[in-house]
């Protein structure tokens, strides 16, 4: 196979692999030294932002950021009781058919054994490679490996930890970030200032030292762990659209350094198997953007069908541990499952981790439900494709930022998939003992019903209506399938 180039021409004949379509479900180790704390996403932003929630705990807890920074939070990371192979276990056994890890986040702190920055895992806090870790025990299940980066909006996001507080006993004293022995850390970011510091903007920097930094860096990840997915927290690098004409115009020189890493990613893969089996995931809408890999869009997803495949990136509480934050519950992440892949999507979901490495008892649980629906109807996720249309009935889900609201459906809902002649409709609000009324097959004659887990169930079409009747005890606790030939 031909190599790609770093070029948008080059990178537009890509096409998704088979196995990420027919994948359906990831599990995602959004994990680090920010679970420390136990107090949820960007702590290691926030502490450093007088007046946050973050910011009082720390203080209180930890002491006064000009004293106690995040490199030392970084240090009391250990991840003692992290036993990848187990986890990944539960998680096959739970539906999962890929893995990504996170390599880095805005923080800096990179989760493998790293020559190009000191602040790794492996020679701070758990003294561990933690994606070399994590690859080994994918192995085992045959899982594909991603990486996730959040390196690329790193610059500008911690230009914080270079203020000080404006009042109380420590006003004017500055943060550890100001301190030159860890600049290479903190970053040298003094140019995007330290007001305003509730607004992060920009997202990326147009610091051109940082950017070739950033390729660096992934291009090291890209080399040392040929991942199968691999996923930027943002936009391209470095366009963000929305700040200048030069990227509303796909300025090639605005992308260079993301196109490198892309091209890169797609070569080393065909160098390992003699075909292109990477993904690549990120955020701008655009086709003329996404379409050198996959679109993702995170906590939320599209109204209908796509004819190219896509990705979603949720979560089960918040992105890192917190003890204040709930979880969802099972049946809303396997009816949200169902939605995204009844429109040509991928779901990856976050299940959270402790400092430790081990999961809760609730996490336990969600990967338990999660395993009992999949025995039943994962025939209906994996290796299916979009149907002629994805629904019936008048609920959809609600697309509104990052909102997740659990969705209210009706015996009325229906979502489809179909594979190998068999059409697959998703009872969303249904009960047992009911008579289904499905509208979508008029034109398509019927042979045969089966209820997933139960077997062949009493039909009837009339007037082009297809009439279903189910038994009182349906086999699974949410979103049952009907499988129509």
């Known amino acids: 196979m031909k190599n790609f180039e770093p070029t948008f021409e080059s990178l537009y004949q890509y096409s998704a692999p088979e196995w990420f379509r027919d994948a359906k479900f990831g599990i995602w180790s959004h994990w680090g030294p920010q679970s420390v704390p136990m107090f949820g996403d960007w702590y290691a932003r926030n502490m450093y932002i007088q007046g946050t929630q973050q910011y009082e705990y720390h203080v209180r807890h930890y002491g006064h950021p000009s004293k106690f920074g995040y490199k030392d939070i970084c240090a009391l990371w250990k991840a003692e009781n992290f036993d990848p192979e187990s986890l990944i276990e539960k998680y096959y056994k739970a539906g999962a058919r890929y893995l990504m890890t996170q390599g880095t986040h805005h923080d800096h702190f990179f989760n493998y054994n790293s020559a190009v920055n000191r602040m790794n895992s492996v020679k701070v806090g ?11 025990a994918a192995k085992k299940y045959d899982l594909p490996f991603g990486i996730s980066e959040h390196l690329g909006a790193s610059f500008s996001w911690w230009r914080v930890n270079k203020g000080c507080d404006k009042t109380g006993p420590y006003a004017g004293v500055p943060y550890d970030g100001n301190d030159p022995a860890w600049q290479d850390f903190y970053h040298a970011n003094q140019e995007h200032g330290t007001e305003n510091p509730g607004e992060c903007s920009p997202w990326y920097t147009s610091n051109k030292a940082f950017q070739e930094y950033w390729l660096r860096c992934v291009t090291e ?21 929305w700040l200048g004409e030069d990227q509303k115009n796909k300025n090639p020189e605005v992308y260079s350094p993301g196109l490198q890493a892309v091209a890169r990613l797609y070569n080393t893969s065909i160098a390992e198997y003699g075909e292109n089996r990477a993904v690549y995931l990120q955020k701008d809408r655009r086709p003329e953007i996404y ?50 892949i009844s429109k040509n999507g991928v779901m990856l979901l976050n299940i959270l981790q402790r400092p430790d490495g081990t999961i809760d008892e609730d996490a336990g649980f969600i990967l338990k439900k999660l395993g009992e629906w999949f025995a039943v109807c994962g025939e209906a996720v994996y290796g299916t494709r979009p149907w002629r249309v994805f629904s019936e009935g008048d609920t959809f889900v609600k697309i509104e930022g990052f909102r997740e609201d659990k969705t209210e459906w009706n015996r009325n809902d229906f979502r489809f998939v179909q594979k190998d002649g068999a059409v697959y409709a998703f009872l969303m609000g249904a009960a047992g003992g ?12 019927v042979r045969s019903v089966e209820l997933l887990g139960y077997g062949p169930v009493p039909f009837k079409k009339e007037w082009g209506v297809l009439l279903v009747s189910l038994p009182e005890k349906l086999p699974v606790f949410c979103a049952n399938v009907l499988k129509i030939r």
Request: proline share 9%; charged share 20%; net charge negative.
């Open 221 to 241: 990840m890209i080399d040392l762990f040929k991942p199968d997915l691999f996923y930027t927290d943002g936009v391209l690098p470095f366009g963000d659209h």
């Open 434 to 445: 009911e008579t289904m009324t499905l509208r979508s097959f008029a034109e398509q004659e």
């Open 126 to 136: 758990p003294h561990k490679d933690i994606l070399a870790l994590w690859k080994a």
């Open 291 to 340: 379409s050198v890999g996959v679109l993702d869009i995170e906590k939320s997803q599209l109204p209908g069908i796509m004819p190219q495949p896509w990705h979603t990136d949720t979560c089960i509480g918040n992105w890192f541990y917190d003890v204040h934050h709930p979880y969802k519950q099972p049946d809303q992440i396997i009816e949200m499952l169902v939605d995204i």
